[in-house]
């Protein structure tokens, strides 16, 4: 642990030595070798030390309220299991943009390669940013690329089979169609049937209505034989049925 403190101690020194020297050549416009030879090793002091750190020394980091701190720790830590154990500086690149200074280094890991970009303000006098990303290798980019379409290409056919199913269930929903409409056509003429024992009871009215008629002629013909008289003088009041003749 003691090991660990002097390590960042010598860190800070050397980022603060590296901006007190950018503060004396603030108003060049230009990056000096030395200016340059500075940035350089200050950024390479970082990545070297951040390397080291453990999860446990990460997660204190990031619990730390500066913005720069955390940051820095939260790129690192999405990146250290594919980069591994750090190894070398490959190159280093600086640039200034007025009161920016950029310091891009591709440094060597375990497993494979990382940009880090190293954000100087001069204005502030205090580092900004400093971001991984790993370099990928063709093989890798082919992987990623190949696992991307058959992704792609899974979902797609996922896709095509749900709508066959949904496509086939039409033919379901026009057979219940059909079996709802002809159910309806059989069910109209049965209603349209109906008034049919109201025309039965008319007829059979007219037939007791006629065996009526008979029954009076018959009974007139026979009182006017009995009268000795026509029977044209009679008139039916009403017919009633009576018990007597079955006792007769």
Known sequence: MNRKLKSLL???????????????????????EDE?????????????QIAGFSDEEIENYLAQDD???????ESWKSVKDELGAYSSIVSQDVEKDGDVVTISTVAQFEKAKADVVLMLDLGQQMYTSMTYSVQYSLAANMQRAGMNTLMGIG???????????VIGLFKYIEKFQNVGKKKAAEEAPKAEEAPAPAIAQSEAADEDFADDLELVAVISAAIAAYENTSGDSFVVRSIKKSNKWHRA
């Open 67 to 73: 913005a720069f701190t955390t940051a820095t720790m």
């Open 36 to 48: 340059a030879a500075n940035y350089k090793s200050a950024a390479e002091t970082l990545i070297s």
């Open 10 to 32: 010598a860190m800070v020194c050397v980022l603060a030595l590296t901006l007190a020297m950018t503060v004396c050549a603030f108003a060049a416009d230009t990056v000096t």
């Open 155 to 165: 979902i797609v056919f996922l896709m095509l089979v749900f709508l066959s199913f």
